[in-house]
């Protein structure tokens, strides 16, 4: 479990996760959310982490140990 603060509080926040190999392990949206809370219920790894909220866009790389 993890979490990650946005800043501030954005309408619709789409997050997509995914492994090193580009195969998609969730995707959703959220709703009137700062600080997100997640996990990933896959095998220790590497993951990506796409957010984007509005014109704003973050690249989280996540190792799970």
Not at 31 to 54: H, K, M, T
């Amino acid at each position: 479990k993890f979490s990650i603060d946005l800043g501030s509080i954005y309408e619709n926040v789409q997050i997509s996760i995914t492994n090193l190999s580009g195969k998609l392990i969730e995707s959703k949206i959220k709703s009137q959310s700062q600080i997100l809370n997640l996990s990933i219920e896959e095998p220790a790894g590497i993951y990506i982490i796409a957010v984007q909220a509005n014109d704003n866009k973050a690249v989280i790389q996540l190792i799970k140990k």
